[in-house]
């Protein structure tokens, strides 16, 4: 019989500002994908831009939120990890994979800790080194360069860098485990911006570009890889899959820019999940 794709998405709720599950949930319920979360903290704001948020750990219901799934038998298609709550919480999530993950699985690790050379206020380089071990369980993980540079200790390149630094962060990256990297936030040329990716075991990159719009919007790493799993899971190749991600994203950026709303609260890709739901639901060409 027919079943409906099942996602279990771990990250955490921002109860303002919308990133991690309050993007994740809906991008991926217009893609017609279930999506069952499983939090990892509760904070009033994300720690980008707010002050005086509220943080509240949930590395304590991990564990028996997992023991109770357990005895459900759900079959589960992809398990998508974003911003935790404790470094903990990789031991757990790294445990939930070896207990949830059936033969097809996709894990895919977005390891949002970091942007524009920074870490985030709650992690350090140990909590960066923690989530390099955790994606050498995924098979694909999805760090812009700031996550990448960390988690290979390397330097932050900032704008310095071509496209052979971009193909070695790429291929340094599989060597950690994952057959599939997609690596955010690519710029080879003023005026665009894209995505690109790497098939290990095909030995293929892919770029996806489009349009850059000025400015820096909060959430939209969540925003990509929530979309980006959204396509995978609707049957598109990586390529394509990459593509429609930043079409997605970029279309959501484009209208909070026009809008001149504040950058913090998030972008606007509410209006977006209507060309998401096409995007997702052509045909393949091939
Ligand atoms: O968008 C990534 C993210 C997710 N969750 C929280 C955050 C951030 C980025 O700052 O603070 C709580």
Redesign the pocket.
């Known amino acids: 019989m027919p079943r409906q794709k099942r996602v279990i998405t771990i990250?955490?709720i921002?109860c303002i500002g919308k990133?991690?599950l309050t993007v994740a949930l809906p991008i991926l319920s217009a893609a017609g994908i279930e999506t069952s979360i499983l939090p990892t903290?509760i904070?009033s704001t994300?720690?980008?831009g707010f002050s005086g948020y509220t943080f509240r750990d949930l590395t304590e219901d991990v564990e028996p939120i997992a023991a109770h799934w357990k005895t459900l038998d759900i079959a589960v298609d992809a398990i998508y990890t974003?911003?935790l709550g404790s470094e903990e919480q990789l031991a757990l999530v790294q445990r939930f994979f070896a207990e949830f993950r059936q033969q097809d699985t996709v894990i895919l690790v977005d390891p949002?800790m970091a942007d524009q050379g920074k870490l985030?206020p709650a992690f350090d380089t140990e909590f960066a080194l923690g989530m390099r071990d955790l994606c050498t369980h995924a098979n694909i993980i999805a760090p812009n360069i700031t996550e990448a540079t960390l988690m290979l200790e390397k330097p932050y390149p900032g704008d310095e860098y071509n496209q052979a630094y971009i193909e070695q962060l790429l291929r340094e990256l599989a060597e950690l485990g994952p057959r599939y990297v997609v690596l955010t936030g690519i710029s080879f040329e003023a005026g665009k911006l894209g995505a690109a990716a790497y098939d290990r075991e095909l030995d293929r990159f892919d770029y996806a570009f489009s349009e850059k719009v000025e400015g820096y919007y909060?959430?939209t790493?969540?925003i990509y890889s929530s979309a980006l799993l959204a396509a995978l899971l609707n049957n598109k190749t990586l390529a394509q899959a990459i593509q429609v991600a930043v079409d997605f994203t970029v279309g959501a950026i484009r209208r909070t820019r026009e809008a001149a709303t504040d950058p913090k609260f998030g972008v606007d890709f509410e209006h977006e999940l209507g060309n998401l739901i096409k995007l997702v639901g052509q045909k393949n060409a091939d």
Do not use: I, P, R
Request: charged content about 10%.
């Open positions: 990250q955490d921002s990133c991690s903290a904070l994300h720690t980008g974003g911003y949002a985030y909060h959430g790493g969540d």
